[in-house]
Antibody
């Protein structure tokens, strides 16, 4: 059974850097074809893909946020970390991580709400 | 930039059939698989269709997916609508650079 869980601060100040950790079980990020992605959802709004990292350390970023994002993996700890710099109130959202297998992002973690406010 | 466009909302009565469209902005939507996710309020999305038309185990066969290359669109069809199907539905695919792309979501009301 694959499970993922996001962790990190619930409140960050404008201009600060956000660091989120996705801790997973039930699969290995060293298995060919496997990836972990990050997606966010502002309150009442649509899903927005942020980044993906694959078993071979290939990394993909949303073109609109690429300059602010860094995704890394620690295979031994079964963790994927996303950092987002220069946080702004518009970045207030629920942040999800998800397993990427065949092509779909599934399953997803429960999500963590991050509020950006001074 | 590759985008996926969905209707903002659809509504239909219980027992009826509804189809939600997802139109690609450029290129061929058939070039990469399309997935469909269901999101109920307060919950994370779950997959109802993957690889254009495949159903994960546990998803009823009332849910089906298809691709129409002539209109460059994907569709999610839900037949025999139940009140429990009321949710937001998102299509998702990848662009030519293997970036994931989500549609804007469709709110399904079953009334």
């Amino acid at each position: 059974q694959i499970t993922l869980k996001e962790s990190g601060p619930t409140l960050v100040k404008p201009t600060q850097t956000l660091t989120l950790t996705c801790t997973f079980s039930g699969f290995s990020l060293s298995t060919s074809g496997v990836g972990v992605g990050w997606i966010r959802q502002p309150p009442g709004k649509a899903l927005e893909w942020l980044a993906l990292i694959y078993w071979d350390d290939d990394k993909r970023y949303s073109p609109s946020l690429k300059s602010r994002l860094t995704i890394t993996k620690d295979t031994s700890k079964n963790q994927v970390v996303l950092t987002m710099t220069n946080m702004d109130p518009v970045d207030t959202a629920t942040y999800y991580c998800a397993h990427r297998g065949r092509g779909e992002l599934s399953p997803w973690g429960q999500g963590t709400l991050v509020t950006v406010s001074s | 930039n590759f985008m996926l466009t969905q209707p903002h909302s659809v509504s239909e009565s219980p027992g009826k059939t509804v189809t939600i469209s997802c139109t690609g902005s450029s290129g061929s939507i058939a070039s990469n698989y399309v997935q469909w996710y269901q999101q109920r309020p307060g919950s994370a999305p779950t997959t109802v269709i993957y690889e254009d038309n495949q159903r994960p185990s546990g998803v009823p066969d009332r849910f089906s997916g298809s691709i129409d290359s002539s209109s460059n669109s994907a569709s999610l069809t839900i037949s025999g609508l139940k009140t429990e199907d009321e949710a937001d539905y998102y299509c998702q695919s990848y662009d030519s650079s293997n970036h994931a792309v989500f549609g804007g979501g469709t709110q399904l009301t079953v009334l």
